[in-house]
DNA sequence: CTTGACATGTAATGCTATAACATATCAACA
DNA sequence: TGTTGATATGTTATAGCATTACATGTCAAG
């Protein structure tokens, strides 16, 4: 499976087979990599799919409780944690958020599309954007490790007239 | 003056006068644009000058209240925002932090370099990047108001062997 | 010298995140 | 199969970041 040019979050789609596809997707990943994909964990990544939203931690947990899990905030942290170290979400600094990775298992550069008005997230393909970020940071000498791309602007739906 | 490509934060430099033309540039900046340059907003950007890191809002809290001013949050979250809202300071997500701008009023889209070693911070041009942002924003039909561009990694010296 | 806009002082609170330690679960191996 | 070590979870407490709300002060225009 390749990533898609156009991100569906601001599309209308089949939600459920986007989600469920995805799912699916950490699931085998998961397996292959002898990951440990609990019920927490598992269920965090759940909660995270069900939208092309960003969440708080402190939603998630209230989210998670509501299941029978504990409600102390390390629950919700270290699954969250869990899940952005081995690529099946990713976080989303400037909104202080949490999203699933809608492309766990590929390598790619996620440029994280914001929309302002009505929040969603979409994860943009950033190839060229870490391609230029590496010919900006060579210059000074400098290594990267990590990068963090987030855009913050207007989804199509959003900047269309009401 | 234009950007220098490779940025001084990295490397030895003769600091005052960095600082001093940095604070000088924002200085006619301000009066250029009727901006009111208060005392607590010269004093933070001065804080912030003094090094090539980033501060955090309680950091730059207690340096201002060493100076005579009010020792609550809203003090330092206030001049800060001044600062960002008009150019004279970035905010760093990833550090929840705050960097005085090298190069204030210049039209620059800049990438923080971020060292993980010795917590200093570059800011490196980003038009291309800028550029190739466009570009996987474009075609999901998203438009672009604001950035954050980061990258952690080791600075030249950091990565050089001890 | 009044007015209105902007800036600052101050108190209280809310949200985000982690440290530290106890307990439990599970898989590998003796 | 029982021990052990690694990993995961429960739980308490606290640290760190940020904002709301309202009172007070300052300054320039009219």
Redesign the pocket.
């Known amino acids: 499976m390749t990533i898609d040019p156009v991100p569906l979050a601001f599309s209308e789609h089949d939600h459920e087979t986007c989600s469920g596809g995805v799912l699916a997707q950490a699931g085998a990943l998961a397996a292959s990599r002898g990951l440990?994909l609990?019920?927490?964990?598992r269920r965090t990544l759940e909660i995270l799919l069900e939208s092309h939203r960003a969440m708080?931690?402190?939603e998630v947990l209230e989210r998670l409780s509501a299941d029978g899990?504990?409600k102390?905030?390390?629950?919700a942290?270290?699954?969250l944690e869990f899940l952005v170290e081995n690529g099946l979400a990713h976080r989303i600094r400037r909104l202080?958020a949490f999203a699933a990775c809608m492309h766990p298992g590929e390598r790619h550069s996620p440029v994280f599309l914001i929309c302002k008005s009505c929040d969603h997230i979409a994860e943009a393909q950033g190839a060229h954007v870490a391609t230029a970020l590496e010919a900006a940071a060579t210059p000074a000498g400098f290594s990267i490790e990590r990068t963090n791309v987030e855009a913050l602007g207007l989804c199509p739906a959003c900047a269309a007239p009401a």
């Open positions: 440990r609990t019920p927490v964990r708080g931690a402190y899990f504990a102390q905030p390390p629950v942290y270290r699954a202080n």
